[in-house]
């Protein structure tokens, strides 16, 4: 696609239930980003890959969130046993030089 | 850690006005700046990127600045009309790591 694609667009969870997010980022760009927003806050940045390597993780916030980027391609952001405070919207944005961000997002955790 | 911030929070004007946004962060060794606009519930909008070495781009009614030794960058919107009304949100860093503020919420009233 032209750009980059995120699913699904909303997710409501009950808590301690597991959610992946999938990222389709633009073709032929090898950096990519998974950043997550809270209401009325700038994106904080979780995890980058460039291709297939995860370079950098530091900003995940525990053990329960997990991102894979097995070909290079496709990404997915993994939270495991979701807690209320996970309730935020995911964006993820790939890049040459410019980020370009998807839509997001969403997770509601009951 | 890089550390930005958005002054102000919040800005509402009349139409036509001339407005500046203001980007600081404290750590000049950067590769590029981006600025963004993001509209309620979607993603981030790509505005203008300015790498390390050019001071300014400018886009139609925009136009923003760089100066990497005092830490600071401004968005510049000329003659405001209500579609600019949106959070816009300024990022800096290098290819592997964006750091963004919290944004300016304008809003410009007909």
């Known amino acids: 696609g032209a750009g980059v694609s995120q699913s699904p667009r909303y997710k409501v969870a009950k808590r301690g239930q597991d959610v992946a997010l999938r990222c389709d980022p633009i073709s032929g760009h090898v950096s990519l980003f998974w950043y997550q927003q809270a209401l009325g806050q700038g994106p904080e940045f979780l995890t980058y890959?460039?291709?297939?390597?995860?370079?950098?993780k530091s900003g995940l916030p525990s053990d329960r969130f997990f991102a894979e980027r097995p070909e290079g391609s496709v990404s997915t952001l993994k939270i495991q046993r979701t807690q209320q405070e996970d309730s935020a919207v995911y964006l993820c944005?790939?890049?040459?030089?410019?980020?370009?961000f998807g839509e997001g997002s969403r997770l509601t955790v009951l | 850690k890089q550390e930005v911030t958005q002054i102000p929070a919040a800005l509402s004007v009349p139409e036509g006005e001339n407005l500046v946004l203001n980007c600081s962060f404290t750590?000049?060794?950067?590769?590029?700046l981006q600025w963004f606009r993001q509209d309620p519930g979607k993603g981030l909008t790509s505005l203008l990127l300015i790498q390390s070495s050019q001071r300014e781009q400018t886009s139609g009614r925009l136009n923003a600045s760089l100066d990497k030794s005092s830490g600071r960058s401004t968005l510049y919107i000329a003659a405001s009309q209500p579609g600019d009304s949106a959070t816009y949100l300024c990022?800096?860093?290098?290819?592997?790591?964006?750091?963004f503020g919290a944004g300016t919420r304008l809003t410009v009233k007909p």
């Open positions: 944005a790939s890049s040459i030089q410019e980020l370009f």
């Open positions: 750590d000049s060794a950067i590769y590029n």
């Open positions: 890959f460039q291709n297939e390597a995860q370079l950098d």
């Open positions: 990022a800096v860093g290098d290819n592997n790591d964006m750091r």
